[in-house]
């Protein structure tokens, strides 16, 4: 099966008001919104299509898990431990609601924050392998 997956190209988000939820991405997460209606918008963010759905209150992405805890089903990546540190304070600077930064035992570090409807997001400091090299190998043809 290895290889026909490609990638992820939409993750769909339930939300509350979409153009709240449309200005929210767009200034707090610099996402471009490429389309809007009043039941979606579509908001174009680290490489990924976010389908900003209108939906019943109180729908979200989190879940919960086998501890009772409320869970992401999302992770971002960014390049080190300053680049997640400087994102960190950003976030904060701009009134989202953030985690404190987290040593969760494994490379890296993490830290989460919402959305106005309260979907979860994380972010960590790790680049994965497959997507340095997609990075380096992009800069090496550019060069």
């Known amino acids: 099966m290895s290889g026909k997956l490609m990638r992820v190209g939409t993750v769909y988000v339930p939300v509350t008001d979409v153009e709240r ?8 997460l610099d996402a471009e919104i490429s389309y809007r209606d009043e039941d979606k918008a579509i908001a174009n963010l680290a490489g990924q299509s976010f389908f900003l759905v209108k939906a019943a209150e109180g729908e ?20 080190g431990l300053d680049a997640l540190q400087s994102v960190h304070a950003e ?8 985690g404190e930064i987290e040593n969760r035992g494994h490379a890296g570090r ?6 106005p409807d309260g979907n979860r997001f994380d972010v960590w400091s790790e680049l994965s392998p497959a997507y340095k090299e997609l990075i380096r190998t992009k800069s090496k043809s550019n060069a």
Do not use: C, M, P
Not at 63 to 71: M, N, P, T
Not at 91 to 98: E, S, Y
Not at 110 to 115: L, R, S
């Open 21 to 28: 939820s449309a200005r929210w991405y767009a200034d707090q």
């Open 60 to 79: 979200r992405s989190n879940f919960i898990d086998v501890h009772g805890e409320e869970r992401f089903s999302l992770t971002f990546e960014v390049d």
């Open 91 to 98: 976030f904060k600077a701009k009134g989202i609601r953030v």
């Open 110 to 115: 993490n830290f989460v924050f919402a959305d």
